[in-house]
């Protein structure tokens, strides 16, 4: 070989580890920004997951209400088919309720909070006695609910996990607000105890057997309302 060719062959071979060295040198710094890149997302997927799961959760509340209502209380209410109405897998089912019992009582207690809580905000722009039969149109909806796990129930009421005198109490205080309306704008009898008129309320849907049947539930529930009215 030529002094002209090593001269002209030399570099090359000088400059391939030059050239293998960048990318190695431009690598280090990939390598060690990968965990940063990763780890980034992480954080703001926290609050994502927690979101996530109170909306699954809600989700399946609602189509446990929803499947419940239209149960018969025989036939026990598939927790595969309350899954999919929810749009979530079983697994997620049984990870937000363990058991069929939990569900029930969480469903119990969800649905009790907002009936107990929808009867003042029903008397914006209303008399009393309107805003009470309002009310007992979304109370017969938590009724229909709970005649639909009449079983779960009674099971959950056994091991004390439910308590009757509670749900009465907090079912009783929320037609005192209503009465104490419709005494204040002379809507209603003064007179009416609310706890009196809680027990007839119950009886009217033991009367009816059924919170389904609308239309017999509606007259009944007419039929208490005219003995609220003040006699003129």
Avoid: C
């Avoid at 909306?55 to 309350?82: C, H, K, M, Y």
């Avoid at 309107?130 to 099971?155: I, P, S």
């Amino acid at each position: 070989m030529s002094r002209v060719d090593r001269d002209t062959v030399a570099p090359q071979r000088a400059d391939a580890p030059e050239s293998a060295d960048v990318p190695k040198r431009a690598e280090a710094p990939q390598r060690a920004g990968a965990p940063q890149h990763a780890g980034a997302p992480k954080r703001p997927d926290g609050p994502k997951l927690r979101a996530d799961a109170a909306r699954n959760r809600a989700l399946l509340l609602d189509a446990a209400r929803d499947a419940f209502a239209e149960a018969d209380g025989d036939t026990p209410v598939s927790l595969e088919a309350i899954a999919r109405a929810a749009g979530v897998g079983i697994g997620t089912l049984y990870r937000n309720f363990p058991t069929r019992e939990s569900l029930v009582e969480a469903l119990h207690g969800s649905e009790l909070d907002e009936v107990v809580a929808s009867a003042a905000p029903l008397l914006e722009g209303r008399t009393g006695f309107e805003a009470l039969r309002l009310w007992m149109v979304r109370y017969t909806r938590f009724v229909a609910t709970k005649q639909g796990m009449a079983d779960a129930l009674r099971t959950a009421i056994a091991s004390g996990a439910i308590r009757k005198s509670e749900t009465r109490e907090r079912i009783t205080a929320a037609v005192a607000t209503l009465l104490q309306a419709g005494a204040a704008d002379g809507t209603i009898r003064a007179d009416v105890d609310p706890g009196d008129l809680t027990a007839m309320l119950v009886g009217v849907f033991v009367a009816a057997g059924n919170a389904k049947d609308t239309e017999r539930v509606g007259r009944m529930l007419d039929l208490l309302l005219d003995g609220l009215r003040p006699v003129l």
